[in-house]
Nanobody
Framework: QVQFVESGGGLVQPGGSLRLSCVVS????????MDWYRQAPGKQRELVAEVLRGNITYYSHSVKGRFTISRDNAMNTVYLQMNSLNSEDTAVYYC???????????WGQGTQVTVSS
């Protein structure tokens, strides 16, 4: 079964930056897209960024212009560069691959991002 291992989270001050990484077991180009999700306390998990096989990207309104998703097919790794962070970005961040019926069921542990002064 595919596994997703996220890393790079931490505590950062408002306005700061972090770069998240997600290493995937197996080829990521088998998925329609690679996605980053986040889940804040008491809220549902939400899709924040997506990169398709052809490197077309999608961002949620709340992160557009501040976050950049990228992929390295050779390393089976997906990245999320996060700039101008604010308290609303505090959440556990997960990556996943999108299949024809949605994300795989193989959610990783995620990586905690906390934005606080």
């Amino acid at each position: 079964q595919v596994q997703f291992v996220e890393s790079g989270g931490g505590l950062v001050q408002p306005g700061g930056s972090l770069r998240l990484s997600c290493v995937v077991s197996g080829r990521i180009d088998r998925f329609y897209a690679m996605d980053w999700y986040r889940q804040a306390p008491g809220k549902q998990r939400e899709l924040v960024a997506e990169v398709l096989r052809g490197n077309i990207t999608y961002y949620s309104h709340s992160v557009k212009g501040r976050f950049t998703i990228s992929r390295d097919n050779a390393m089976n790794t997906v990245y999320l560069q996060m700039n101008s962070l604010n308290s609303e970005d505090t959440a556990v961040y997960y990556c996943n691959g999108r299949t024809s019926i949605g994300p795989t069921g193989a959610w990783g542990q995620g990586t905690q991002v906390t934005v606080s002064s």
